[in-house]
């Protein structure tokens, strides 16, 4: 194995994933070559079931291969204590259940030991510092005091961030954290990730959405997926094409960009006159 790169965050050569089913084998991803490098944003976009959580999972070291390599901050899987691993790789998902009752504080507060509930006695000063800034960097700080339970969809998702970088990890995983939000919120989220990587420019981000309008401007690279293959990968303004969306989406998409920001939009087609018969 060759010597690893330190500014390589993540690699994924040749990689395959597949699950055996009563019918037969289930093919999940086929032959995925993907890079990502120190201070690299990226996009993941694709259809339902293109495989981009799938792709995260691997990122995440939640599960391994088929077949193919994947090397995770240095280090390959197979070969790695996956417990540490992912305790240096940030991981948000909307689906993740949160303590309703805990305040805002204290939630992001149990990304100092990893916990579901909080451990006070465990956190020192120089944690409970960092986790705070944490939270002032995801606009949380005037919620401190709030129960979760009372927070909006938006505050949820900024707190979860805010909880996952409390570990000061190197990757940063973001399963479709814009899930269901509406447009005040999805939009303070997006100027919240682009502070984020104006504070931490070294941190390696990787964002999975189904919705171009979602990407912030500070995310400049994307992984285009359909049915668990590649379609385009590289720098978002070579990659986010119409043609190239249009091949992802399997429907004729027309892409504009402006301000940093993406939006994509069906084209029109002329629809033959209607004939009537009595």
Not at 26 to 34: A, R
Not at 140 to 148: S, T, W
Not at 236 to 254: I, K, V
Request: with cysteine; net charge positive; glycine share 8%.
């Amino acid at each position: 194995m060759e010597a690893p790169d330190p500014d390589t965050v993540l690699r994924l050569r040749d990689v395959d994933l597949w699950r055996h089913t009563p019918s037969g084998r289930h093919t999940l991803l086929t032959g995925i070559d993907w890079e990502v490098r120190r201070g690299e944003r990226w996009a993941l976009l694709g259809h339902n079931g293109a495989g981009k959580s799938t792709v995260l999972s691997l990122a995440g070291a939640v599960q391994h291969p088929s077949s193919g390599t994947v090397d995770v901050l240095g280090r390959r899987l197979g070969r790695a204590d996956l417990r540490d691993l992912r305790a240096e790789v940030g991981h948000v998902s909307a689906a993740t259940r949160i303590p309703e009752r805990l305040t805002v504080r204290d939630y992001v507060f149990t990304g100092i030991t990893g916990t579901v509930l909080p451990l006070p006695r465990k956190y020192g000063p120089a944690e409970r510092r960092r986790a705070l800034e944490c939270a002032d960097l995801m606009g949380l700080g005037p919620l401190a005091e709030q129960e979760m339970l009372h927070c909006s969809q938006g505050e949820q998702s900024r707190a979860r961030i805010a909880r996952a970088l409390v570990p000061q990890p190197r990757l940063l995983l973001l399963d479709e954290p814009g899930a269901a939000l509406d447009l005040p919120s999805r939009e303070q989220l997006i100027d919240a990730l682009d502070t984020l990587a104006a504070d931490r420019p070294e941190l390696a981000m990787v964002l999975v959405t189904h919705h171009l309008e979602e990407l912030p401007a500070s995310f400049g690279h994307a992984l285009l997926l359909r049915r668990g293959g590649t379609v385009a990968s590289g720098p978002a303004a070579a990659t986010l094409t119409s043609a190239r969306l249009s091949s992802c989406f399997g429907m004729p998409l027309e892409v504009s960009r402006q301000d940093g920001r993406w939006q994509a939009r069906l084209v029109a087609r002329r629809r033959p006159d209607a004939c009537w018969t009595l």
